[in-house]
């Protein structure tokens, strides 16, 4: 497949979108060349900008290249792939070939177009004009076009693996899970298993063979090891022994796709937190410090709205003395204020609709609701979202007396309690908010102080002004 594809490549006149060197490796330009390819590829509506090494970029001739990338450095002494992953903004993927070429070296770069924002290399962004390499910002009408394009293919579609034989698709996808999961009859013969994977959009036809779909590694990998750059998003789990990330003890990197894995990754970080002794029903019994709805449900965001074109970073949980963060690559889709009441949005549709059939996700969006839901039955403080540009991380506090809890912590889960009842279509009010805090009824002036404070911080607002009484009702501030 490589050699058909440098064949091509040089088969091609002078583009925008390939490159051709045969040594000169200078890591500053490789970046500057990535950035100009991936807006190259963006402006003409192709998926990927290459930059070969090893061949003549006048005549095309096949010399070889002394280029050793993966002993090659950037600035810094850093290994040169992680280095020019670093600079790139945004963080495009890029993977690189080896390929022996009749006896001679030829090193491919492929890096994703980018999709409605210029790529830069080190804050700069470039661009490929004729036979040249120039600075986009010299050329406005061309950066006009790359922010106003708009993705031509999602993740999910494109290919993790190609040219699998049957066997060799059977023996990396999990596929007795995939129907176990959708709940569907497991097919007596081959046909027709890889006939469902087609259907499923888990694999396609493509040749004497089959290409491997991301969605069907991601979700079905029996080892994402299989597939490459996907090692990148498997789900990590990291454990500290206190509250700072100064002292992890143990790191657990997930090995199996995400669909397959995920009831047994929920359940394992559940049997390794501590449990509290509670009396129910007379009876001595252990709860778990979080419930395990919250975990399920932040667990199942992580993945589902994670930006897989983030590259080199994946789903991470890490797990504090007091706290659990749960961190997806990319900025959050929806005002992190909304998430309570917000009709559900993915980047990724085609992996959350399957998610969905497979009851791993909510179809309704109803998720952070239970997830909040349970985590006011513990009567623990309510968690925080925030996003930024690269990333998107809700945090889950273990408990607190009330006393410990600082304002901003009681304003957050005065607001979600008001969400919360607003989305069932009720109101909040301080008898309600007393029994979310575990407020005895004399100390209600607690409870009024917070939604004072609340109402000040302009997360919710009186729902009847006329009423003048004491027993006011409340709602957020968007209804």
């Given at each position: 497949?490589l050699?058909?594809?440098?064949?091509?490549?040089?088969?091609?006149?002078?583009l925008e979108?390939i490159?051709?060197?045969v040594?000169?490796?200078?890591?500053?330009?490789?970046?500057?060349y990535?950035?100009?390819?991936?807006?190259?590829?963006c402006?003409?509506d192709?998926?990927f900008?290459?930059?070969?090494?090893g061949?003549?970029?006048k005549?095309?001739?096949?010399?070889?290249?002394?280029?050793k990338?993966?002993?090659?450095?950037?600035?810094?002494?850093?290994?040169?792939e992680?280095?020019?992953?670093r600079?790139?903004?945004?963080?495009?993927?890029?993977?690189?070939?080896?390929?022996?070429?009749?006896?001679k070296?030829?090193?491919?770069?492929?890096v994703d177009?980018?999709i409605n924002?210029?790529?830069?290399?080190?804050r700069?962004?470039?661009?490929?004009?004729g036979?040249?390499?120039q600075?986009?910002?010299n050329y406005?009408?061309?950066?006009?076009?790359?922010?106003?394009?708009k993705?031509?293919?999602?993740?999910?579609?494109g290919?993790?693996?190609?040219?699998?034989?049957s066997?060799?698709?059977?023996s990396?996808?999990?596929?007795?899970?995939?129907?176990?999961?959708?709940k569907?009859?497991?097919?007596?013969?081959r046909?027709?298993i890889?006939?469902?994977?087609?259907e499923?959009?888990?694999?396609?036809?493509?040749g004497?063979?089959?290409n491997?779909?991301n969605?069907?590694?991601?979700?079905?990998?029996k080892?994402i090891?299989?597939?490459g750059?996907l090692?990148?998003?498997?789900?990590?789990?990291?454990?500290?022994k206190?509250?700072?990330r100064?002292?992890?003890?143990?790191?657990?990197?997930g090995?199996?796709?995400?669909?397959?894995g995920?009831?047994?990754?929920?359940?394992?970080?559940?049997?390794?937190?501590?449990?509290?002794?509670?009396?129910k029903?007379?009876?001595?019994v252990?709860?778990?410090?979080?419930p395990?709805v919250?975990?399920?449900e932040?667990?199942?965001?992580?993945i589902?709205?994670?930006?897989?074109?983030?590259?080199?970073?994946?789903?991470?949980?890490?797990?504090f003395k007091?706290r659990i963060?749960?961190t997806?690559?990319?900025k959050?889709?929806?005002d992190?204020d909304?998430?309570?009441?917000?009709?559900?949005?993915s980047?990724?549709?085609?992996?959350?609709?399957?998610?969905?059939?497979?009851?791993?996700c909510?179809?309704r969006g109803?998720?952070?609701?239970?997830a909040?839901?349970?985590?006011e039955t513990y009567?623990?403080?309510?968690?925080?979202?925030h996003?930024?540009?690269?990333?998107?991380?809700?945090?889950l506090?273990a408990?607190?007396?009330?006393?410990?809890?600082?304002k901003?912590?009681?304003?957050?889960a005065?607001?979600?309690?008001c969400?919360l009842r607003?989305?069932?279509?009720n109101?909040?009010?301080?008898a309600?908010?007393?029994?979310?805090f575990g407020?005895?009824?004399?100390?209600?002036?607690?409870?009024?102080?917070i939604?004072?404070?609340?109402?000040?911080?302009?997360?919710i607002?009186?729902?009847d002004?006329?009423?003048?009484?004491?027993?006011?009702?409340?709602i957020p501030?968007?209804?």
């Amino acid at each position: 497949m490589l050699r058909q594809l440098i064949d091509e490549l040089r088969g091609c006149g002078e583009l925008e979108w390939i490159e051709f060197k045969v040594d000169n490796a200078e890591p500053q330009i490789i970046g500057e060349y990535l950035s100009a390819l991936s807006n190259g590829a963006c402006l003409h509506d192709k998926e990927f900008g290459y930059l070969v090494f090893g061949i003549d970029d006048k005549t095309r001739e096949m010399i070889g290249t002394t280029f050793k990338p993966r002993h090659a450095k950037g600035k810094g002494n850093e290994d040169l792939e992680p280095w020019l992953a670093r600079l790139l903004s945004p963080r495009v993927d890029f993977r690189i070939f080896d390929y022996d070429y009749d006896g001679k070296s030829v090193v491919l770069f492929r890096v994703d177009a980018t999709i409605n924002t210029p790529v830069n290399f080190s804050r700069t962004a470039y661009i490929r004009v004729g036979e040249t390499k120039q600075l986009l910002a010299n050329y406005p009408e061309k950066e006009r076009k790359i922010w106003s394009k708009k993705k031509l293919s999602s993740f999910e579609s494109g290919i993790a693996l190609e040219n699998q034989s049957s066997d060799e698709v059977l023996s990396k996808i999990d596929y007795p899970g995939l129907f176990e999961l959708l709940k569907l009859p497991l097919p007596d013969n081959r046909n027709g298993i890889l006939e469902n994977l087609i259907e499923e959009k888990i694999i396609f036809k493509s040749g004497d063979g089959f290409n491997i779909t991301n969605l069907g590694a991601i979700l079905f990998a029996k080892n994402i090891s299989y597939f490459g750059s996907l090692n990148r998003k498997c789900v990590r789990v990291i454990f500290y022994k206190d509250d700072s990330r100064l002292n992890a003890f143990k790191e657990q990197p997930g090995k199996i796709g995400y669909a397959v894995g995920f009831e047994g990754l929920v359940n394992w970080i559940c049997d390794q937190l501590p449990t509290n002794e509670i009396i129910k029903d007379a009876l001595r019994v252990d709860r778990t410090l979080y419930p395990k709805v919250a975990i399920r449900e932040f667990v199942a965001n992580a993945i589902i709205h994670q930006n897989f074109s983030v590259t080199g970073s994946g789903p991470m949980i890490e797990i504090f003395k007091n706290r659990i963060e749960f961190t997806n690559p990319g900025k959050s889709l929806i005002d992190t204020d909304r998430f309570i009441d917000h009709a559900p949005r993915s980047r990724n549709e085609v992996l959350a609709s399957l998610m969905r059939r497979m009851n791993i996700c909510e179809e309704r969006g109803s998720g952070i609701d239970r997830a909040i839901v349970a985590i006011e039955t513990y009567q623990l403080p309510s968690p925080e979202f925030h996003t930024e540009e690269q990333f998107t991380r809700v945090t889950l506090f273990a408990s607190k007396e009330f006393r410990e809890m600082d304002k901003n912590s009681k304003i957050r889960a005065c607001y979600q309690h008001c969400c919360l009842r607003w989305v069932s279509r009720n109101f909040m009010s301080n008898a309600t908010l007393r029994e979310r805090f575990g407020i005895k009824e004399q100390n209600y002036p607690t409870a009024s102080r917070i939604i004072s404070d609340t109402l000040k911080s302009k997360f919710i607002k009186v729902a009847d002004p006329e009423n003048k009484s004491n027993k006011r009702k409340y709602i957020p501030y968007w209804a």
